[in-house]
Each structure stands twice: as C-alpha cells, then as structure tokens.
C-alpha cells in the first residue's frame, strides 16, 4: 500500500458527545465541496465525502510529508438539515471542517453542528447522536500542514 508505513485506516461510530469530540478531532481541516454533502429526508440520513488530513500521523511536526486519505461520513436519525452562512448552490465551492459539536436535547435528541471556516454551518437536527466515518481510499501526500492561528 502507497503512504506512510505507520497509517491504519479509521472507521469510527459515535453514539453520544464524547465519541463525537473524537470523530471532529480526526476530520478537523478536512476539505469537501459542497457538492459532496447529501441530505436523504426519506432515510434519515445526511452524508458526505472529505479528503481528511491524517492528524494522527502528523502530530506536532512541522515539517512533511504530510497525508491526506478520502473519508465518508454519516448521520442516521436525522430530522432535519440546515445550512447557516453556506451557500449550497455552488457545488463544486470548497468548505474546510473545523469541528463537529452536540447541542444536546431531550431524551437524547438534540443537535449535531458541523462548523466551517469562514463562519457557514450545517445544523443537524436529530433523534439521538448516530454518526459513522470511514477512510475509503489509501492515502496521498499533501505538500502542507493546515495552520490554526490563536
């Protein structure tokens, strides 16, 4: 397999808060277009694709090679979607993950945000946190690290 020696993929589920602090920590900086992202209201479910950077690998480094792997992630249990500050007409328009947060409810509803640089958001109102992610390709070298300012 072409990448780094020390890279395993990652399929990850999150059934409750913490398990989604550890899933945003693994998508953090991962790059989609907003094409890639898919509500199906009669499933439930909302999908999308990213090229995610393999933080795992990367750590506190400075220095490459750095990677970069294709992952698939999914929610079950959804009621509804919105999308605040994105403009999703523009399909082939790039947006960069920043995190993933529960904004808890009653008996387990509540609302999963997915926050994007540049302030846009997507608002998933849902029964109860169901999420799975996946890497689906072998990873690629990526010529830079994502830097976080502050």
């Avoid at 693994?26 to 439930?44: H, M, S, T, Y």
């Avoid at 750095?66 to 079950?76: L, P, S």
Wanted: glycine share 8%.
């Amino acid at each position: 397999m072409p990448g780094p020696k020390d890279y395993k993929p990652l399929r990850l589920m999150a059934a409750d808060e913490e398990d989604l602090a550890v899933m945003s920590a693994c998508l953090q900086d991962a790059v989609a277009k907003i094409g890639d992202f898919a509500w199906l209201p009669n499933e439930r479910r909302f999908a999308f694709v990213a090229n995610r950077f393999l933080w795992e690998i990367a750590g506190e480094r400075d220095s490459g090679p750095f990677w970069r792997v294709r992952v698939g992630t999914h929610f079950d249990d959804v009621k509804s979607v919105k999308h605040v500050n994105m403009k999703t007409d523009v399909k082939d328009a790039v947006v960069e993950l920043l995190a993933m947060r529960v904004e808890p409810g009653d008996d387990g509803a509540g609302a999963i945000i997915l926050d994007f640089a540049g302030g846009g958001a997507i608002r998933l109102e849902v029964d109860a946190v169901n999420c799975e992610m996946r890497d689906l390709t072998d990873p690629w070298r990526t010529p830079s690290k994502p830097e976080h300012k502050g």
